[in-house]
Structure formats: structure tokens, C-alpha cells
């Protein structure tokens, strides 16, 4: 069974920091990846997408993850954070056989002013 | 636009009380699933549907059914609630089991 594991449970930084979000994944096959954000009390979004192509993909809010195969690693990465972006980051993974996503515990990421 | 919505938000539940949570998509998914969210815990997958009429189980489904009667809705039910089920019920829905999922606002479930 695949799993993902997310090596920080909470990242505080200060803001115009850059950040990196840590995300390994354990399958050996094919896979996609992704990248979700969940403010305070909302449901999860979207951030950004690995389906296939350009290892290096990027979000409109100026976040970007690089896939990464002989590592296994999907981390994500912000060059000048903002109080804004204070919020839940989950990874998860899903093998091109089609089985269901799999989440990460989430990493909390704090910007601080 | 509504997309995912979940009703209700907000719910208190005694002990061995059932209820129902409701999930519905406008999207014209096939998928649809059901997580739980803890706090260290990541989301956890309780079941899941590929289509009208088939559902699965997912990572954690005990004490929890569900059934797929027309593509929009997939409601989950709690025969006999217990404080284990304590959690914050999310319910996502995409065109396939290993596509982007777009997820509903949750449901923050307390069971006393």
C-alpha cells in the first residue's frame, strides 16, 4: 500500500522567508501528486498538480513542487512567504492504476510577522 | 457554482444516536468519497463510490455505512454514534478515484 509521509508537522517562518514543505511518497510505480491547502475552518483546495511532463509545477500564488523520482519526493517550496499563506499543507499521492488518494498527516505551515 | 456541499456543519451527538451526513456534487463525478480528519492524523479514507450503485470501503469504515443511489448524492450514516467518532467529515468528489478530488466545506461532528 502507498503512504506519504510529510517529515514537518509545523513550519513557522517569518514572512518574506522562503519555505520548503517536505513530502516523500512510497510507491515505486507511476504515480500523480498533489498538493492541497486548508485555511482555518474550510474544506481542503487544490494547490498544484504532477499528472506528467515538467517535473517543476506551479501554483498562481506563487508556490511550485518539483517531482523528484529517484528520491521519491514531491516537496514544496515558496520563495517569499505571506501572512496569507498560514495554513494546513497536505500532500498526497494516487498510482496510475487508479486506487484512491492517499493523504499525508499535513504540515501547519505558521508565517509570522 | 456549489461544487461540493455538506450539510450539516455543525452537529452534538449522544452516544448511540444515528444521523446522517449529506454530500452532494453538481459536477456530474463518478467519485465520491468520504475522510475523517484528526488532528495528527491527516485525512483518513472511510469509504468510497466509483459510481451510482457501488461503494467500497475505505481505510477506517467501521461504524459507518453508506450508500450510492444517483451520482449526486453519497450521504454517510452513523447507526450508533460513539465519541471515537469525533472528528471533522469531509466529502470529496472527482471525475476518477486518482484525479484531483474537490472537496465540500465539512461537517464538524462532537458525539458527547
Known amino acids: 500500500a502507498q503512504s506519504v509521509t510529510q517529515l514537518d508537522s509545523q513550519v513557522p517562518v517569518f514572512e518574506e522567508a522562503p519555505v520548503e514543505l517536505r513530502c516523500n511518497y512510497s510507491?515505486?510505480?507511476?504515480?500523480?501528486l498533489f498538493w492541497y491547502v486548508q485555511y482555518p475552518n474550510q474544506g481542503l483546495q487544490l494547490l498544484l498538480k504532477?499528472?506528467?511532463?515538467?517535473?517543476l509545477v506551479e501554483s498562481i500564488n506563487g508556490f511550485e513542487a518539483e517531482f523528484n523520482k529517484s528520491q521519491t519526493s514531491f516537496h514544496l517550496r515558496k520563495p517569499s512567504v505571506h501572512i496569507s499563506d498560514t495554513a494546513e499543507y497536505f500532500c498526497a499521492v494516487s498510482d496510475k492504476g487508479n486506487t484512491p488518494l492517499v493523504f499525508g498527516k499535513g504540515t501547519r505551515l505558521s508565517v509570522i510577522a | 457554482n456549489a461544487g461540493v456541499t455538506q450539510t450539516p456543519k455543525f452537529q452534538v451527538l449522544k452516544t448511540g444516536q444515528s444521523m446522517t451526513l449529506q454530500c452532494a456534487q453538481d459536477m456530474n463525478h463518478e467519485y465520491m468519497s468520504w475522510y475523517r480528519q484528526d488532528p495528527g492524523m491527516g485525512l483518513r479514507l472511510i469509504h468510497y463510490s466509483v459510481g451510482a450503485g457501488i461503494t467500497d470501503q475505505g481505510e477506517v469504515p467501521n461504524g459507518y455505512n453508506v450508500s450510492r443511489s444517483t451520482t449526486e448524492d453519497f450521504p454517510l450514516r452513523l447507526l450508533s454514534a460513539a465519541p471515537s467518532q469525533t472528528s471533522v467529515y469531509f466529502c470529496?468528489?472527482?471525475?476518477?478515484?486518482?484525479?484531483?478530488?474537490?472537496f465540500g466545506q465539512g461537517t464538524r461532528l462532537t458525539v458527547v
Open positions: 510507491s515505486s510505480v507511476s504515480v500523480y
Open positions: 504532477y499528472l506528467s511532463g515538467s517535473t
Open positions: 470529496a468528489s472527482s471525475y476518477e478515484r486518482n484525479t484531483e478530488a474537490f
